[in-house]
């Protein structure tokens, strides 16, 4: 069991034992609750035909729902990103999930990523802003700029502010995070 538990992301030998320690003192319904919402996950959820989020459905809550702005796409690398950004309760558009990035290193090129459909989707749907929301990896940039491209064409294409976290000290950030602060500022 710990073995196992190990394979999951983020998770040590150590909190691996942890869980598996305390599944065993678990009632036996509970762990069979635990397993079948893990079966029952994998069977049932599955990508959303339009913006290739996690969905139980064919097509997902956000991408379904007419209260969304329609006209706006955040693109994104995987669900995580959308989770994280819907936690802010600040944006009201829809999302288009690329499923990694570009990465030559891994053997990933643009054909592996859902790029294709977000080039429909924005010049068919007619979409007046792509909020471009990758991380600031080496990665995430070259896929930020091999997006701009092609989006530039068909809409306006914007990009998330990158700097400090809020409650960091200037002293401990490094030149890139600094450089990146300076250049997202604005207007008070």
Same mark, same amino acid.
């Given at each position: ?14 909190? !691996? ?54 006209? @706006? ?56 802003? !792509? ?10 940039? $070259?896929? $930020? ?9 068909? $809409?306006?294409? $914007?990009?998330? !502010? ?14 890139? @995070? ?11």
């Amino acid at each position: 069991m710990i073995e196992q538990l190990q394979r999951l992301p983020s998770i040590g030998p150590k909190t !691996a034992q942890r869980l598996a320690l305390h599944l065993i003192k678990r009632p036996e319904a509970e762990i069979q609750q635990l397993a079948q919402a893990l079966l029952d996950a994998k069977k049932q959820v599955g990508l959303c035909r339009r913006c290739f989020h996690l969905s139980a459905e064919p097509i997902c809550s956000i991408c379904r729902n007419p209260q969304r702005d329609s006209q @706006t796409i955040c693109v994104v690398v995987d669900s995580r990103d959308v989770i994280a950004l819907e936690k802010t309760r600040e944006y009201k558009g829809l999302y288009h999930v690329l499923g990694g990035v570009i990465s030559p290193m891994d053997g990933i090129g643009p054909e592996q990523l859902y790029i294709k459909p977000l080039i429909q989707r924005v010049s068919a749907d007619g979409v007046k802003e !792509a909020i471009l929301a990758l991380n600031p990896s080496v990665e995430g940039e $070259t896929t $930020t700029l091999y997006l701009a491209q092609l989006l530039k064409p068909f $809409t306006t294409v $914007t990009r998330i !502010a990158f700097g400090l976290p809020v409650g960091s000290d200037l002293e401990y950030a490094d030149e890139v @995070t600094l450089a990146r602060a300076l250049e997202g500022r604005r207007e008070l």
